[in-house]
């Protein structure tokens, strides 16, 4: 199966280790994504209110090229992105008057018809692969590592547009139970970490993972999986100083360990697969981590 | 050019003037009877100096041209634009390290693009000035540096923007980074230029230089381009990103000897 | 039959430009304070969410000069659960505009240090640039 790719742009700064274990993964389960040639940034935060048009030129434009490109789908592994291409296209759809207006004063670049599709990589892993066929890829199941699933906003929010139950979401949980992990959750999973508030009030920030990071612990959790490449920068980087901070996993990276990849193809440095060996002492981490050698 | 002119209506900054058509704008307004001491420059194409904002009869939109560059046309309404100011922080090259995030260090605007491409419709150079910004946006200072390669700053891009960007310094700043920490040292050139060094072709530059114009002009007219297939080295982001350049027939050039 | 209440006789412009902009009936909220009581960043609100629909409605002054709405980052968990189906981050994103168009930006760009650029990603500085740049 091959798939347009749509990275956004903290895929390409921040985030790249996620890409890289989407890839890998994706690989081992037969399925190729291929790099919208030209794209621009989504805008990242859905505008609020009807009267401000300009802002939905950026997601507007990434579907009008999707579909000049020749393409219909395309995934995404940001829950930002996501989150404001679907509500752009849910714009699209519902008042075509609006991308009508705004393409009439563009030069004709954003004429879009409603009919591109922006999939979550966790639609494609949930409905299109199904848990059942990443179960049976699992080489090294991760029997020993504690996890606790972190949700955010994006994935959730508003019904309509998020990928599960916005109070009492089952996604992360079921994909980390089919590899082998054991879930502790918490209030907090569906709560905000502060998003953009990093910029200029990151003691909010540092709060909010603090708390959260708290729960985690509290449950047992060696170690937070997550998707969002904001939340992950806030918790990897925000995440007050006690002791050593919990490991912080892209879904993508869990899936890879599972699945027996290298670390370093998994963008896991030898510092954080120590971190996580230290979180848990799972026999399969701990040769993974070691068959690189990588620690001496 | 024989031909007697006939002449067309222009309106420079709203005042009405008859001017032979097939004038430049910049020829137009001189022939209108302004000195241009700024706004003027290498009257080829590639200073940048004479951007031209106008309007024609028959659309609301506003054009943009280099006054040097473009024919004067019947109804056209225009003002120059000789200056955008484009303030940059300072910077030492040789004390950047190439990072994703560089290029918004120095300039934080560029995440406040709309990706409008009004910059893009304004670029009287054709540049996907838009597209380079995003490509500054996400990092990718080698495709910055490639697809804002012909900019001549003329600045119109930074005048039009609701962002306020200064694409043009941007496109600078990652090319010249791109210049000297990311292109692929050239092996070919080292070679050349140690032989330049060791004097190895001061015999023959001298013997050319020698020689007598028609001789010169003869060997000009006779000489040979490398062909695009025999430059298949897979290193040229340049030929990764544009289409390989015509070669430039420098005739002009020699006429005025 | 139409009720008017209005504090310091002020007109209601506010309330009518929030509801346009919002697309959001305010009257509607009957101030359960759900909103509040789930908000992650309630206590660093100068006014509760809640609270901020009852100042707009009773047409109170300084509600532009509230920091309330620019700490909202609009994660929506209050547009989820409210029971009149009010969206508050619309509420706050209005505010937010009205501000930005009356008296610039909120956020000083240029004073954002060269190590946070460094190391911020750019989902982050974008979405802050949308939301508290005009």
């Not at chain 2, 709203?14 to 137009?28: C, D, F, H």
């Not at chain 2, 010169?216 to 297939?229: D, H, I, P």
Request: net charge neutral; aromatic share 6%; proline share 6%.
């Amino acid at each position: 199966m091959q798939l347009a790719y749509y990275p956004g742009c903290t895929i390409k700064v921040s985030a790249r280790e996620h890409e890289r274990a989407a890839l890998a993964i994706l690989r081992e389960l037969g399925i190729a994504l291929r790099e919208m040639p030209e794209w621009n940034c989504c805008g990242v935060v859905h505008t609020l209110t009807g009267e401000n048009l300009i802002r939905q030129m950026a997601p507007l434009r990434v579907l009008a090229r999707l579909r000049q490109q020749g393409e219909r789908e395309a995934v995404t592994l940001c829950d930002m992105c996501f989150n404001t291409l679907a509500r752009a296209n849910h714009l699209a759809r519902t008042q075509p008057d609006q991308v009508s207006a705004l393409n009439a004063t563009s030069g004709g670049g954003l004429d879009y018809d409603g009919a591109g599709e922006v999939l979550h990589l966790l639609h494609l892993l949930r409905d299109r692969v199904g848990l059942a066929a990443i179960r049976k890829r699992v080489r090294r199941p991760l029997r020993d590592l504690v996890v606790y699933p972190y949700y955010g906003c994006k994935l959730l929010r508003p019904t309509g547009i998020g990928l599960d139950d916005p109070e009492m979401p089952t996604l992360l949980r079921d994909l980390m139970e089919s590899l082998g992990a054991t879930v502790v959750e918490g209030s907090l999973q569906t709560q905000c970490c502060g998003a953009y508030l990093a910029v200029d009030r990151a003691g909010l920030v540092t709060e909010r993972v603090g708390a959260t990071v708290e729960q985690a612990r509290d449950a047992g959790a060696g170690a937070i999986v997550l998707s969002c490449p904001l939340c992950h920068f806030n918790f990897a980087t925000l995440q007050p100083h006690a002791g050593a901070p919990l490991p912080v996993l892209y879904y993508t990276q869990a899936i890879g360990l599972a699945f027996g990849l290298d670390p370093a193809e998994l963008g896991l440095d030898d510092r954080q697969m120590e971190a996580l060996g230290r979180a848990v002492p799972s026999q399969a981490l701990h040769d993974l981590a070691h068959a690189r050698g990588g620690s001496a | 050019m024989s031909e007697p002119a006939t002449l067309v209506t222009m309106e420079l900054m709203g005042k009405e003037y008859r001017v032979p058509s097939g004038l430049t704008i910049l020829a137009a307004i001189e022939y209108a009877g302004y000195k241009l001491v700024r706004g003027v420059g290498c009257r080829g194409g590639f200073c940048g100096a004479c951007p031209t904002l106008y309007r024609r009869e028959g659309s609301h939109r506003i054009f943009t041209a280099l006054a040097c560059q473009t024919l004067v046309e019947d109804g056209m309404c225009l003002v120059q634009m000789p200056f955008v100011p484009v303030p940059t922080k300072p910077y030492d090259l040789h004390g950047i390290t190439p990072q994703p995030t560089t290029l918004l260090r120095f300039f934080p605007e560029i995440a406040g693009c709309v990706a409008c491409n009004t910059c893009t419709r304004a670029c009287p150079q054709g540049l996907p000035v838009m597209d380079y910004i995003q490509a500054a946006l996400r990092g990718d200072i080698e495709r910055v540096a490639m697809l804002s390669f012909d900019c001549i700053a003329c600045g119109i891009c930074s005048s039009r923007c609701p962002a306020d960007i200064k694409h043009y310094a941007v496109g600078l700043l990652a090319r010249r980074i791109y210049g000297k920490y990311l292109v692929p040292p050239s092996e070919d050139l080292a070679v050349r230029v140690s032989a330049i060094e060791a004097g190895r072709y001061d015999a023959e530059l001298r013997k050319l230089m020698e020689l007598p114009l028609a001789d010169l002009r003869a060997r000009y007219e006779q000489r040979n381009f490398e062909t695009v297939a025999e430059q298949h080295r897979d290193h040229s982001a340049t030929q990764r990103y544009n289409s390989p350049m015509d070669p430039v027939d420098y005739q002009d050039e020699l006429e005025g000897v | 039959m139409t009720i008017a209440i209005g504090a310091n006789g002020q007109s209601g412009a506010l309330l009518r430009r929030v509801e346009a902009l919002s697309g959001q009936r305010l009257a509607q909220c009957y101030q359960c304070g759900t909103c509040a009581a789930g908000c992650p960043f309630a206590t660093a609100m100068d006014v509760l969410p809640d609270r901020l629909i009852r100042h707009l409605l009773f047409d109170m002054p300084g509600v532009l000069e509230r920091e309330a709405f620019w700490v909202c980052v609009g994660c929506e968990l209050c547009a989820q659960r409210c029971p009149r189906g009010i969206d508050v981050p619309r509420v706050m994103e209005a505010l937010r505009l009205i501000a930005l168009r009356t008296r610039g930006d909120q956020l000083p760009v240029a004073q954002i240090t060269a190590v946070a650029l460094e190391n911020l990603p750019p989902i982050a500085l974008v979405a802050s640039l949308r939301r508290q740049t005009g």
